[in-house]
């Protein structure tokens, strides 16, 4: 072997090695992303609970102009205890798919949000919609999308995990209770603005 072809050999492996080491460390970070969200759901609480406040009311209030900042805040601001020990859990599990799949992850989770949001803001009923339950609707039908749309070993693992996971909840947790407490109408938007997004940043496996 000429001494040319060992070196541009040893250059080679030297770049892949480098480039493994880089998205290792990407995903790295990524994966600190759910610590950091999750914190700042905690510690709104607390501070909530602590302070005579009431940050509750900074949620998304469909079709007014203070209720657009919700679409934002709304993730972050919970009812109660048990309301943010309800979304934690399932955040994280979807999260943690989601980002162990997907490069784009956090891309997709500004979009949901968004696409959540503001699909409530138009079409939800009267009053302060807040907590995660949105997003975590929304990872769940995003992740079946990807899943079913780009037929690949891991999406569809995971597509069928969630499924089974989350599917009981998923198709009880959209169903019409006008005067319910609940917000299934943002369970409805943020599981229809999870399989749009799923399907627009997806790519379909062609034969």
């Not at 914190?39 to 406040?53: E, G, Q, R, T």
């Not at 205890?81 to 989601?98: A, C, K, Q, R």
């Not at 409530?120 to 949105?134: D, K, Q, T």
């Amino acid at each position: 072997m000429s001494i040319a072809k060992l070196v541009y050999t040893e250059v080679y492996y030297s770049t892949c090695l480098a480039d493994f080491r880089f998205q290792g460390s990407v995903v790295k970070k990524q994966y600190y992303g759910i610590g950091l969200f999750v914190a700042a759901m905690w510690l709104v609480f607390l501070v909530n609970s602590i302070l005579p406040i009431h940050l509750e009311k900074l949620g998304l209030y469909p079709r007014s102009f203070s209720g657009i900042f919700g679409i934002l805040l709304m993730p972050f601001l919970h009812a109660n205890f048990d309301h943010l020990l309800g979304n934690t859990i399932p955040l994280i599990v979807l999260l943690f798919l989601l980002i162990s799949s997907r490069k784009d992850a956090w891309l997709a989770v500004g979009f949901i949000v968004v696409g959540s949001g503001g699909l409530l803001w138009i079409f939800g009923r009267s009053a302060v919609h807040v907590g995660a339950s949105g997003l975590t609707f929304g990872l769940c039908s995003f992740l079946i999308a990807v899943g079913v749309r780009e037929r690949r070993v891991i999406p569809i693992t995971i597509a069928v995990l969630v499924g089974l996971i989350y599917g009981g909840t998923m198709l009880s947790g959209v169903i019409p209770q006008w005067r319910s407490n609940v917000s299934w109408d943002g369970h409805l938007c943020g599981l229809l603005a999870g399989g749009l997004v799923g399907f627009w940043l997806s790519r379909p496996k062609v034969a």
